[in-house]
T-cell receptor
Framework: DAKTTQPTSMDCAEGRAANLPCNHS???????VYWYRQIHSQGPQYIIH???NNETNEMASLIITEDRKSSTLILPHATLRDTAVYYC???????????FGQGTELSVKP | NAGVTQTPKFQVLKTGQSMTLQCAQD?????MYWYRQDPGMGLRLIYY???????DKGEVPNGYNVSRLNKREFSLRLESAAPSQTSVYFC???????????FGSGTRLTVV
């Protein structure tokens, strides 16, 4: 599975969009990009995933660059409850396991 | 719909004791996983079961054994607990394909 690089921490003002970047320059053609988050002491929570096209669901949007070497998770209107560690993971769904890196610690501030 | 249920939620063991962590899912998922998370660290995969009747090692399998008892249940056993196994243990399940994993709420294990 390809490795990912994320900033260690980020801050965001409540009500503003939170844009979390992820680099995955060695991603292969059949690997998807997944995002999970972990609120303190809880189990990780699935957010969204994508292969090539941009994706949106009720939680977030995922923007993947055309060369697929990087992506951005967007939380359109961050709330205090979005404070968590966000993990970007690339994985071949038919072969690879979900391997977590260090993630980005997002702090949403009033 | 309970999702993924882990028992116990908390446990303290003495070095050398054994115990089994239980995990059950009610979503009819094919695959199940055990992870551990040390303080300030990301999750590391211990063992996984791609389907009923199969198990495979993950990143950190040493000191652990697993049993996929049936499609619903996947247990993790520590035969002789060591302080280095003090951690939070998460069980997860997923469909065979690429939809997201569902995680349990974790078992907090301390080995003294």
């Amino acid at each position: 599975d390809a490795k990912t690089t994320q900033p260690t921490s980020m801050d965001c003002a409540e009500g503003r969009a939170a844009n979390l970047p992820c680099n995955h320059s060695t991603i292969s053609g059949n690997e998807y990009v997944y995002w999970y988050r972990q609120i303190h002491s809880q189990g990780p929570q699935y957010i969204i995933h994508g292969l090539k096209n941009n994706e949106t669901n009720e939680m977030a949007s995922l923007i993947i660059t055309e060369d697929r070497k990087s992506s951005t998770l967007i939380l359109p209107h961050a709330t205090l409850r979005d404070t968590a560690v966000y993990y970007c993971i690339v994985r071949d769904p038919l072969q690879g396991k979900l391997i977590f890196g260090q993630g980005t610690e997002l702090s949403v501030k009033p | 719909n309970a999702g993924v249920t882990q028992t116990p939620k908390f446990q303290v063991l003495k070095t050398g004791q054994s115990m089994t962590l239980q995990c059950a899912q009610d979503m009819n998922h094919n695959s199940m996983y055990w992870y551990r998370q040390d303080p300030g660290m990301g999750l590391r995969l211990i063992y996984y079961s791609a389907s009923e009747g199969t198990t495979d090692k993950g990143e950190v399998p040493n000191g652990y054994n697993v049993s996929r008892l049936n499609k619903r249940e996947f247990s993790l056993r520590l035969e002789s607990a060591a302080p280095s196994q003090t951690s939070v243990y998460f069980c997860a399940s997923s469909e065979r394909q690429h939809y997201g994993y569902t995680f349990g709420s974790g078992t907090r294990l301390t080995v003294v």
